[in-house]
């Protein structure tokens, strides 16, 4: 070899041991790995994508983190609409509106079924024939959690909830406090918790929920996040009920358990609950908390769920348009 070729081949080797040397960061300027996120790094106000409903990756804001540091996630869009409950429920009443007991109301059901395996009671799904109008039955739809992966279906954590309840529904035996007031209604958002800390409940457990009224006004109202919420693109074009209003209304899982005033009705101690139970509580709007009949498939469905602290996002900056989301996200 000449003299020539000899130096062309020494520096192609240095060459290639200078690259090694700063790909594993000999010279003090290692290549960093992919940044990693967990769950319990996640603050509130941020944005991850997380599971998949009708096809699309569903984007979720965290609003709050548990004592254990794992995160509450709560959907940014209105994800679907459907009634709360079947009408084909009678109690106390010869109206048959649905029932607005969460525990085992067909929206619970739906939210925390996988494929075809859904907990409802024995009038099942609500059919055309069983919901306001017809609308937006899903008696042939799977449970909401089909389309999460398996690693995304156990990453969500089962929970317990404080749910309250209406006289007409207080003779379950899992009641708290019987002999507690019921809730007492108030339209606008800003007094309508008026005697939540007091008022009748029981504890249900579930992997997907609704916010309660408390949860609501907390974690979404005063934190300053948005109340007026839009639909994705796959809900807003299978909605069946097309409204005139220029928003949403969505359900909580909270009942209308009784009238604005203690005197209007003296049948429960001074705070009747609305005689059907069938009325559950709605946003409605940027001012008001309203209610409608459970059986009314009009009205937007915004799940939450609280997230394994453990769980690991691998891209994303947590902003609403780079959001954190796992590997197998795209």
Known sequence: MNRKNKLYVINRVIAVFAMLCIVTGLFGNPVSAAKVTTAKELKI??????????KELILWRVIDVDKEGNPLLYAENILTYKAFDDQLWVANTAKNYGNNYWASSDLRAW???VGDEIAYDASGAPKSGTTKNGWNAYDEEQGFLTEFTKEEQDAIILTK?????DEVNSTASSVENKDAKLHRYDSSIKNCLTNYEEARYLITEEKVFLLDIKEFYTLVYQAG???IKEPTKSAEEKNEAKSKLVFSPYWLRTPRASYAEETADPKYGGVSAKPDGASVRVVYG???ILAKDAYDGSVGVIPALYLDKDYVFSKGNGTVNSPYHNQGNK
Do not use: A, E, S
């Open 111 to 113: 939210l925390n079924g």
């Open 45 to 54: 106000g941020q944005h991850v994508t997380f599971g998949t409903y009708n």
């Open 225 to 227: 996040f948005p109340v």
């Open 161 to 165: 909830h404080k749910q309250l309840i």
């Open 286 to 288: 940027k001012d008001y």
